[in-house]
């Protein structure tokens, strides 16, 4: 068991994201939750498995801070006032930050403007990154899934419509199973062969319509459905 439930991190650059890597790796640390600025940072964030749910600073994010256990400050120094400021009343009783706050509140903290040049920006999301590579491991694209969700939303191709999907697990392997072929009364739920163990669908969204479950969707279209999904290259 984790000995530390929950992290919340401030900035998932490379400081922000090797500390929770690290916290992770070594099994301290149970959920790890992100928090930035721009929506793409924090896609890739889940992406490459540094961090489990995000949040941008635009939102009520203070609300992650209520049953965090630890919490880890790692933006530019120059954003530290207001963070400093938002503090005060979103923490949990026990809650701890790290030292950086301490050296601000004690005023001995140097003022460092960041050097623009260096500075690297997220391009926007191409419609292309969301599609689902079925060749991938299901861990890979289980991340990927949480990261564009609910938009724009991770997609594959089904019987020749967009079919987005907004909620999955990894499951277990399906040897001999080729990548992206369904099997839709599988026990577990959907199961979809990925290139290593499987995805298990559970909220699909059709092009044009609303979420449902997967198992729903499968159903409703009865014995003339596709029991595979197109691949990118098609």
Known sequence: MAKLPKLVVVGVGLIGGSFALALKSR????????????????????????????????????????DADIVLLATPVGEFPALF???????????????????????????????????????????DETRVDWALPAVEIERRIRAFRPDPGAFTVHDGTRLKILAAAVGPSTPGAEPGSIDPDAASGVRVACGKESLLLSIVQPEGGRAIPARDYFRGRGAGRARVFATSAE
């Open 27 to 66: 099994g301290v640390v149970g959920e790890v939750v992100g928090v930035g600025r721009t929506q793409r940072n924090l896609e890739e964030a889940i992406a490459a498995g540094v961090v489990d749910r995000v949040a941008t600073r635009d939102s009520a994010w203070t609300r992650e801070l209520a």
């Open 85 to 127: 400021a938002a503090l005060p009343g979103a923490l949990a009783e026990g809650a701890v930050v790290t030292e950086a706050l301490d050296v601000i509140a004690s005023g001995t903290a140097r003022w460092t403007p960041q050097d623009e040049a260096s500075a690297t920006y997220a391009p926007m999301v191409r419609r």
